[in-house]
């Protein structure tokens, strides 16, 4: 199960947001489609950090196999601490034992980030690169 979800959001569409206004593109430049006025540098360079997060998060898969938790938290040396883990929460036991699939939103990864004190981001990565396995 290979990510498949690498996205590219339109810095028009992120500078239209921002702005509340529909913004083009006129030759190199960005402009209100309205008035023509040109976008400023500094909007633009704004609109290209929320641009990349908006994309950072939609490219996450939102589920991986079981196969490719298991193999990704082997790699970083994690696998053992869940099995401990998983002992001494017989609900997150079994979610974990009867899973095919791994899902971002799940109580299971809630748990996993909680007791390892990872952050959401980070555990969007852990998933980009098991997807990979």
Do not use: H
Not at 41 to 52: G, N, P, S, V, W
Not at 87 to 111: H, M, V, Y
């Amino acid at each position: 199960m290979e990510n498949k979800n690498t996205v590219s959001i339109p810095l028009v569409d992120i500078l239209s947001e921002m702005l509340n206004e529909r913004v083009v593109m006129s030759g190199e430049d960005y402009v209100i489609f309205s008035n023509l006025k040109k976008i400023e540098k500094t909007k633009i360079d704004e609109a290209l950090l929320i641009k990349a997060e908006k994309e950072r998060v939609l490219s996450v898969p939102t589920q991986i196999t079981k196969r490719q938790a298991a193999l990704y938290l082997e790699s970083i040396g994690l696998y053992d601490d869940l099995l401990v883990m998983l002992q001494g929460n017989k609900l997150t036991q079994i979610e974990w034992d009867c899973a095919a699939n791994i899902f971002r939103s799940s109580p299971l990864i809630n748990s996993l980030g909680q007791a390892f004190n990872l952050t959401p981001i980070e555990i969007d990565n852990m998933f980009v690169e098991a997807s990979k396995l």
